[in-house]
C-alpha cells in the first residue's frame, strides 16, 4: 500500500496530510477534493483493482493546483495501515486528520447471508475502520491534535430488512467511534461519526434509478460536496464545542 511517488519530496515535511481510506467515485472524491482544497495533501485510499480510477483522481486534484497521492491498497490488512500511516507521516507530513469512508452496503435475506459475506462486510465496514482509526490515533496522541471521522449511515441506528451484514458492521463503527471519542477527546482529538441518511447522488444511482435527475431538481437526494463541505467544517470546530454526532439527510428525506 505505501508504495508512491510523493508530487514534491522537498517540501514534503511542510504538508499537511488529510488521510482519505475508501475514496470513491462521489463521496470519497468530493471529502478528498474538499480537504486539498483546504491546503492539506489528500492522501487517497482505494483496493487495488481501482488503482487506475484512484490515480485519475490524484491526477485531477493536483491539476486543480492541490495535492494528492494515491495509496492503492487494502484497509482490512492491518500490516498494509500500519506502513501506510508511517510512510505518510515519514513522506508527506503529519495527518492532521483522517476520514473512513468505506460502505460495504449490501442487501441479503438474512437466511441468504453467508458466514463469508457477513465477515467480509464486517472486515470492510468496521474492522478497517478500528484499523486506521488506531494507527492514526497513535501519531495524533504524540502531537495532542487531530481529527478522525466516520462515515456512517442509516443502518448505523437502524437495522432494516434484508441489511443484517451491513447494519451489524455499521452499528459496530458507530460504538467504535464512540468509544474512541470518550478515550481521545480529553487528548484534544476530536472524534466524529456522521449519518448520511438518504440516497447519494453518485454514478450507481444515477445509472440504476430513473428518477435521481427529478430528485436532484428538487434537492431531494445528497450532494457528495455538500457532504464534504459538511466535513471539513466538523474539521474546523472550535474544541469549545465539538459535534460527536452529525446526521446529514435532504429536506424531503423520511426519517
Not at 167 to 176: C, N, P, V, Y
Not at 229 to 244: C, D, G, I, S
Request: with cysteine.
Amino acid at each position: 500500500m505505501p508504495q508512491h511517488k510523493s508530487p514534491d519530496a522537498h517540501s514534503s515535511q511542510l504538508n499537511k496530510a488529510a488521510l482519505i481510506v475508501g475514496a470513491g467515485d462521489d463521496t470519497g472524491a468530493a471529502i478528498a477534493e474538499a480537504f486539498a482544497a483546504e491546503g492539506y495533501t489528500a492522501c487517497i485510499v482505494r483496493r487495488e483493482r481501482h488503482a487506475d480510477k484512484l490515480e485519475l483522481l490524484a491526477a485531477s486534484i493536483r491539476a486543480k493546483g492541490h495535492k494528492a497521492i494515491a495509496y492503492p491498497g487494502d484497509a482490512r490488512d492491518e500490516q498494509a495501515i500500519i506502513a501506510l500511516v508511517e510512510s505518510i507521516e515519514r513522506d508527506v507530513g503529519p495527518i492532521e486528520v483522517t476520514v473512513f469512508n468505506i460502505g460495504a452496503n449490501v442487501m441479503f435475506s438474512v437466511i441468504d447471508t453467508s458466514a463469508r459475506v457477513f465477515s467480509k462486510v464486517w472486515e470492510m465496514a468496521c474492522f478497517a475502520g478500528f484499523l486506521t482509526g488506531r494507527e492514526v490515533a497513535k501519531r495524533m496522541l504524540q502531537r495532542k491534535r487531530g481529527t478522525i471521522i466516520f462515515t456512517g449511515a442509516t443502518a448505523s441506528v437502524r437495522g432494516a430488512g434484508g441489511f443484517s451484514a451491513f447494519a451489524s458492521a455499521k452499528h459496530g463503527l458507530r460504538a467504535l467511534a464512540e468509544s474512541m471519542a470518550r478515550e481521545l477527546g480529553p487528548n484534544n482529538i476530536h472524534v466524529a461519526h456522521t449519518i448520511i441518511d438518504g440516497m447519494i447522488d453518485s454514478n450507481f444511482i444515477r445509472e440504476n434509478f430513473d428518477k435521481a435527475d427529478e430528485m436532484r431538481e428538487q434537492d431531494a437526494i445528497l450532494n457528495p460536496e455538500h457532504i464534504a463541505a459538511n466535513y471539513v467544517m466538523l474539521h474546523k470546530q472550535p474544541r469549545t464545542a465539538w459535534t460527536f454526532e452529525l446526521d446529514l439527510r435532504p429536506w424531503k428525506e423520511k426519517w
